[in-house]
């Protein structure tokens, strides 16, 4: 006997609770459900049995696809409709990109090393000196350095982790908190060793500042020991993308409008982190292989192990980044695994056999990324 399964209505359209029943007389209905599923309770194995025919013989498989199979239903809103979407369906509503990622804002705060001079104390010229910018440097200090160049490569580790959304805001798929939370915990002590490092020759720097810059030192301009490590600070938060209820008991109208802009927006973000993802895999798919072509005199080309490293961070994240559920790159992410899957530079650049194999393989998904990406994003990876 045929079965279906029939959206019958909500008793709370907000919270995403659902009253759903399956048309099949052998079927008990179902109690309310919440999208996550969670245990359907004993009634559910009875049912699915029933539906199938026989006794199931992986539940948590059956209800992962019967989770995925009503989400689409839920999300549709529209009364006694029957839907059976297609699996490969991409997340394109407000809905399944605020289930599947969080807001992250990440704060890096520090001291500025540099300060604007007047061109008149500095400079002989007969130029339009409004026309000119000078600036100082206060300190010379590796230390100080030090801390930038951390600075950087955590703010690079963070932009390859997490995806776009606005600025200062980052979407962190929720697979990745925990390791984002030790990673950026792990970093904030270094940092801290990495400020107090640097005021320990503070007071040396900005003694040889006084006599570096000569007239040009201002003391007020160097601020207390006390003052830096206020100013040093490394802070993060989560936080969920939602439109403010009490908003509704104001206007129904306005609330109803910051929904649908809401909606919009993640909309455009899902757009966009499609794009910026299938981009991604091109550019370093592509840098890969313009390594191992040789030059136009025959020469190998110099390959560095970064351009497979690269790859490889890429591939292995990709499961848990692809929270727009794109399943035409997910085929090219895996195809692009099996070609360099255990292979590294050094084998590359001795084995002709593997080289050749690994290239043409890259050449395939290359045509085949040639199909997905329109406008091809600037560099998400440095390659080099």
Not at 200 to 223: I, M
Not at 270 to 293: A, K, N, W
Not at 360 to 382: A, E, I, N
């Amino acid at each position: 006997m045929e079965s279906t399964l029939e959206y019958i209505g909500t008793d709370a359209p907000n919270d995403g609770l659902v009253l759903l029943k399956m048309q099949n007389p052998a079927v008990t209905p179902l109690p309310p459900v919440n999208p996550s599923m969670g245990v359907l309770g004993d009634n559910m194995v009875g049912n699915l049995e029933a539906l199938t025919g026989s006794k199931v013989p992986n539940l948590g498989g059956m209800l992962d696809q019967l989770e995925a199979t009503l989400a689409p239903i839920i999300k549709s809103g529209a009364a006694n409709k029957s839907v059976i979407p297609p699996s490969d369906q991409k997340i394109t509503d407000a809905t399944d990109l605020i289930n599947k990622t969080v807001f992250l804002k990440v704060r890096f705060g520090s001291i500025g090393n540099a300060r604007k001079v007047s061109g008149a104390d500095v400079l002989t010229t007969d130029a339009d000196l409004s026309l000119l910018k000078v600036s100082k440097t206060l300190l010379e200090s590796p230390e100080l350095d030090a801390i930038k160049k951390a600075d950087g490569k955590m703010r690079t580790w963070l932009y390859n982790t997490c995806l776009p959304f606005d600025l200062g805001i980052m979407l962190l798929p929720v697979g990745l908190i925990e390791q984002a939370e030790t990673r950026m915990q792990a970093y904030k002590a270094e940092r801290e060793a990495l400020i107090e490092a640097f005021i320990a020759v503070y007071p040396q720097l900005c003694h040889e500042a006084e006599t570096k810059l000569g007239s040009l030192y201002r003391e007020a301009e160097y601020p207390s020991v006390a003052e830096i490590r206020q100013r040093y600070t490394f802070t993060w938060n989560y936080t969920t993308f939602s439109v403010p209820g009490h908003l509704k008991n104001i206007s129904a109208a306005f609330f109803e409008a910051e929904q649908k802009k809401a909606a919009e927006t993640m909309k455009e973000a899902s757009e966009e982190i499609i794009g910026l993802m299938r981009g991604t895999l091109y550019e370093l798919v592509s840098h890969l292989q313009e390594r191992l072509t040789p030059t136009d005199d025959g020469r190998p080309r110099i390959l560095k192990e970064s351009a497979i490293r690269n790859l490889n961070e890429f591939l292995d994240s990709f499961d848990l980044r692809n929270v727009t559920n794109d399943a035409e790159l997910a085929a090219q992410v895996a195809k692009a695994r099996t070609i360099i899957s255990g292979t590294n530079a050094a084998q590359l650049r001795s084995n002709a056999e593997l080289k050749s194999a690994v290239l043409q393989g890259l050449d395939g998904v290359l045509s085949s990324l040639d199909d997905l990406v329109k406008d091809k994003p600037g560099r998400k990876f440095r390659t080099e």
